[in-house]
């Protein structure tokens, strides 16, 4: 299996129960599709360097994992039809 770090933003704007949801939902994602968490670290709202989609700020969260070619292939797909997630990035890690 290969080494991943993800970086996603969701919407300011959802209250802190609905935002545990999220960051649950896309941990369970990665290990239903044959990834192993390594590390979710929640780094909470923060300022945005520029505006995206009208928000100035972000909840957001970094997520080490481990997985197939598909695991990050299947995450990604799921971050573009998700409303909550305002931007992403998926990067393999190097060995």
Avoid at 5 to 13: G, K, N, Q, V
Avoid at 46 to 68: D, P, S
Wanted: a negative charge; hydrophobic letters at 35%.
């Amino acid at each position: 299996m290969r080494a991943y770090e993800t970086l996603y933003i969701i919407r300011p704007d959802l209250d802190e129960e609905k935002v545990q949801a999220t960051i649950e939902k896309y941990s369970s994602l990665i290990q239903n599709n044959g990834g192993e968490l390594v590390k979710v670290d929640p780094w909470g709202k923060r300022r945005l360097a520029y505006e995206v989609k009208k928000f100035h700020e972000g909840y957001y969260v970094l997520v080490n994992f481990k997985g197939t070619q598909e695991t990050p292939a299947e995450l990604e797909r799921n971050f573009k039809i998700s409303d909550d997630v305002i931007r992403y990035l998926i990067v393999k890690e190097e060995e």
